[in-house]
């Protein structure tokens, strides 16, 4: 995991702007997803063609919230990424032919492509039978055409969304941008968030606390599930 922080300077604007560092201290599970983004081989596995090698130091820390989380009541949503192709082009050249380098353009189409290894939910994430699974085509889940995440997410009557996977700063803060935008309360989860850097992770979080929604580690996640003083959970 990123070991960064923060910074204070970002802390004392958030403070000034609404007077708590926090967004959210209470969130129903009943009502909330855990939505973790990209945690697949493409980008978690060594010599991947989109390989992201933080994203395996996050995997103990998702399977611990998620294993938390589930008897709570939170709906467990792991997203992957999946592109079709064929011999003409595939169905987001605009990325591949632009963002992606030349040399591995290829590997990486073929890796993305639907039911191949690349799709498979890393082998050291616990994935249980209740827990939903989805595609995207595009970065964000949220965007039209992208997935069927609003939908489903509606549909569980789903107000409060945490985001984890990778990269912090791509697909899970495009996701967590729009997810907010759509009126959706949501909690980028720090520890269970990785980038290709730490100040990209960083700047990622430090945007989103100021404008976006909330930036919490998965321990003070589960502090705002719990039940306040006083209260029993059912």
């Excluded at 990785?194 to 990209?200: N, Q």
């Amino acid at each position: 995991m990123h070991d960064v922080q923060i910074r204070p300077e970002i802390v004392e604007r958030v403070l000034k702007r609404r007077g708590r560092y926090h967004v959210f201290d209470a969130l129903d599970p009943a009502a909330t997803a855990f939505v973790i983004i990209d945690m697949q081989n493409t980008f978690v596995a060594p010599g991947a063609p989109a390989e992201v090698p933080a994203a395996r130091g996050i995997a103990d820390d998702i399977n611990r919230l998620t294993a938390a989380l589930r008897p709570l009541g939170v709906k467990v949503i792991w997203v992957t990424q999946a592109n079709t192709h064929d011999a003409t082009g595939s169905d987001w050249d605009m990325f591949f032919e632009n963002f992606v380098a030349a040399d591995v353009r290829r590997r990486t189409i073929e890796s993305l492509a639907p039911d191949r290894e690349g799709q498979k939910i890393w082998h050291a994430l616990a994935v249980d039978p209740s827990d939903l699974r989805l595609t995207k085509n595009r970065y964000s889940a949220l965007i039209p055409g992208s997935s069927p995440l609003e939908r489903v997410l509606r549909s569980h009557r789903i107000e409060n969304i945490l985001i984890g996977g990778t990269k912090t700063n791509v697909c899970c803060e495009a996701t967590a941008r729009d997810a907010m935008m759509m009126d959706f309360r949501v909690v980028m989860v720090a520890d269970c968030c990785a980038a290709l850097s730490d100040d990209e992770h960083r700047a990622t979080l430090e945007t989103f606390i100021q404008q976006f929604g909330d930036v919490m580690t998965a321990a003070e996640v589960l502090a705002v599930l719990g039940p306040k003083p006083g209260e029993r959970r059912s």
